[in-house]
Structure formats: structure tokens, C-alpha cells
């Protein structure tokens, strides 16, 4: 469908049209106008009388010259004796108010995006009653109401034009754009505990819904209220990681808590900030590098007696030394944790310490106990409501039967868990997920599912400069089983050495010792590498599977 016949189907477009025809009888949406009749009817939210003023300046203007003309000064738009413009009809409705109202209105004008009544309360402040407020508002079409969900209430741009210009003359951005940040402070902070649990959807979508309003207030707070910036951003590491922007979470993190302004603030605030920086650094493979900061976090929560904090703090722990071979600080951290999760009555967070310790078996090759203890996270999941707990123990299983060489089973526990990742799981997880699958399906011969995976893969790496120069090992280790199950030994040894050498901070001892496992098995030359692997296992204390040590002999 060509793009004009596209637009047309929208009432906005139609009545644009039909206006501009009044006055320009040849008038017709083109491919070459449509995108500027789209941004026109954009800009104007819609509005009919906005559309009509704009449509009667057509008898002179093309739209893309009404777009660069007006674009920025849409309350200029008037009819075509400029006699009403815009500006008039908000106005009129603006003069329509009470001083209290329209103070109400220029801070509302502060939203970003659409709004909560629970907001604009916190916003406008207990000296205002909000629902009459937002009442007459509405009455007088300053404030539109749109669908049935919590945040359903905004302002038109033209609207918001106007009241900003207002704004601006009373002197009031600066103390609004400061009350906006500290809403959203406290909006983050109301909402971040629901990331932990069986809320944690609802609670991932309500953020969403303002992370315009979010983003707009760290960057303003960051230069004029570092305080309160903090304080927001150290609410955000686990939807930043559930929604992929670890990496610039963390650099927010980061300026924050470097910014002198900040050595002051509240010590807890500046404990849960380190530990998000290391949560989100361990996310893309940092881990390592912010490793002080998950310890000195611990630390302080244990001091503090936060128990929340320390079974956080030592659950990242737990993996960042697992990603460096210091299997007896992970393990001693895992433990601890699940003993204090049982001792405290905290069914979540025993699951998760039980689904961390699952490493501890792989590494032994017990996968029995591997099974045993899944189940175990599976009904602690059950009891406690927490979906994305037993989507991950799903997921570790599916990796538990591949070890084990069941490989159909291992896809059908995958998939599974796939479905299930994919409402509630965050990117680093379903990554993880897809080498299982890829893997699963190429070691049972199924190579060309083995080979969508694979190409799906690709397309969810991180960028080159944000990866470094090494190769993905989920990516290596499934390139190496096609070209191995293929009779492609060379190709395959290439790729199981790049596995072997990876060092994208995601993958760990095990995996090395796997990916060593299948260059012995398939290189021409295979002394040097099973010399390494005899070492990489005596020294990390892994050992290797019955399959494993059948493709060895």
C-alpha cells in the first residue's frame, strides 16, 4: 500500500485532508508529503481544531513548509485571516481557571509523558486536592484522558507549549523540574521491591511506563540535585539489567557515585549503589572488575544488619567468584546465603541460593544432586510465586540434561522455559538459554535448528566495541558441534579452541573444561590441549562427565 493510502486510514489524517481541500481543491497525500502530514497531525495530538488551523495555512504551504515554518511554534498556527490561532483557543481556556488550577496546570506541565493520579498528587503536593483539579482539567480539555490503565492522563504538546511558556515567565522550571526528579525518586523506590517476586511484571511494566519521565529526571537531578539522582538510580539496576541497558546504568552509577556532591548522602542509598554497580557489571561480564564494590557492599549490609541487602550481596558474589574459578568463595557465599534465607523464613531467596549452588554439582559432575536440588527450587519457586525462579530452574535443567546427554529433553525442558523467560526473564538469561538450546539440537543431530539458533544469536550479541575481541562462547562452542557433527574436524578444533580461549566474563571453568573436552576430541594433534584440560580440572576441582569421558577414549 502505497504511504499515502497508508496514512489515510487515521481520522486525524482524513480531517487534515479534508480541511486542506477546502481551501486548496487539488490537495492529495503523496509519498512525497505523507511523512509531513503524519508529523503535522503528530505534533497536534490529533486535536481537531488544531488540525483545522493547521490544514487552512495549505492554501500557501506545502506540509513538509508547514512543518519548518511551524514545527517548533505550533501555537502560532491560526486560520487563514490569522484572526484565531492556537495560543487564543488555549488561552481562553487557560483564563478559564482559578490561580490555584492554573498553578496545578504549569506543574503538570513537568510530566514527560502520561501520568498517574497517585503521581500528580505526589507532584502537586498535599496542599492540593487532585481529583477536582484534574476534573476541571479535563472539563476544559487541557488535560486529556486516554485508555483505562493507571497512567491514562497527559497533556495535548500544544497544550504543554503553552503552559512550559508560562512556566518560564512565573520563574517556576527550576523548582518543578526538582519536585518532578524527587517524585520519580520516590516512585522508584515505592516500585523496586516488586522487581523482586511474583510482582516483578507488573512491576517492570510500571516503570516502563514513565521511563521517559525517569531518564528526564536522572539527567536533570544528576546536575542540580545529585542527591536525589542517586537516590533514583540506585532503585533502577534490576530493570536497567531486565530491560538490557546495564551497561548504561552502570556509567550512570558510576558518575554518581563519583561526584563529590555525593559523599554525603545517606549511606545506605550509597551501599545499594555500589552493589547495583557490581550487579550490572556482572551482566555483561564485568563482574571482576567491580568485585570491591560487591565486598564493601556486604560488608556494610552486615554491619547495618540488612538482611535483604547481605543475601543480595552475597548472591553476586557468588557468581562473580564462580566467573573467576574461586569455587570455595562462591561456594562459602552460597551456603551462607541459603542459611541465612533459612533461618530468616525467606522462601524466595532460599530458592535462589539453592539455584545458585547448582554450579557446585555441575562442577562435580553430580548430576543427580543437580536434579534433586532443581526440584527443590522449582517447589520453593511454587510456594512463593516467583515465575522468573522457576523459569531460570527450568532453564538450568534443560542445561543439567544436555550434560547428561539427553538432548530431546533437554529441548523440550528449553523451550519451555524459553516461553517462560520471555515474559519475565532479562536478556543475559535468554542468551544463556539459546547456546543450551543451540547446543542441545546440534549434539542430537539436528543441525539446522541447531543453525536458527545460532543465526538468532548472532543477532543478540552485544556490539564489537562493547564485547572486546572475544568471541562469544555460546556462539564458539555451537559452531564447533555443527562442523564436528558434520565430519568438519579442522573447522571444528578451530572453534572449540576459540570456545577454550573465550573470555567474555559470561562463561566459567566449566565451560572451558567442556570446550577443551571437544578440541582433544576432534584436533590432530591433541597432547597440548588435553595437558590443559588435565590441569584446568585438577586445579578447579571439576570433573568431567560420563559422556565427556567417552569422547576422550
Known sequence: MPPGEQITQYAAVRLFVQRAQAVRPDFAVTGENAPAVAEICSRLDGLPLAIELAAARGRVLDPPEMLVRYGDRLLELGDSDATTTLRDVVTASYRLLDPNHRWALRRLAGFGYRWSIELAEDLLGPECDVVPVLERLVELGLVQVRGSGAFRFFLLDVVKAFALEQVEMTGELSGIRRRHAQVFARFAGRTAPDLVGAKLTSAVSRLDDVASDLWAALAYAAEHDPHTALCLASKLPRWWRFRGRDQQGRKCLLRLLDDART??????????????????????????????????????????????GELAARSLLLVIHQGTGAYAEARYHGELALALATKTGRVRDMAVAQNNLIWHDLRTADLVSAQKRLAAVERLSVRCGEHQLRALARANLAEVLRLDGRFDESIRVGLQSAEMLAEVGHPMQRRRLQGVLGLSYALGGRLDEAEKVLAGMRTQLPTAEERGPDEDWDCAMVEATIASQRGQRLLAAAWYATAAQSNDGLSDLRDTAEALVGLVATSDAPGPARVQLDELCQRAGITLTSRELALLA
Open 263 to 308: 559523599a554525603d548522602a545517606d549511606p545506605s542509598i550509597r551501599t545499594w549503589a555500589q552493589l547495583g554497580v557490581a550487579q550490572l557489571a556482572a551482566e555483561h561480564g564485568a563482574g571482576v572488575e567491580e568485585l570491591h564494590r560487591a565486598e564493601f557492599a556486604l560488608e556494610q549490609f552486615m554491619l547495618d544488619g540488612d538482611v535483604t
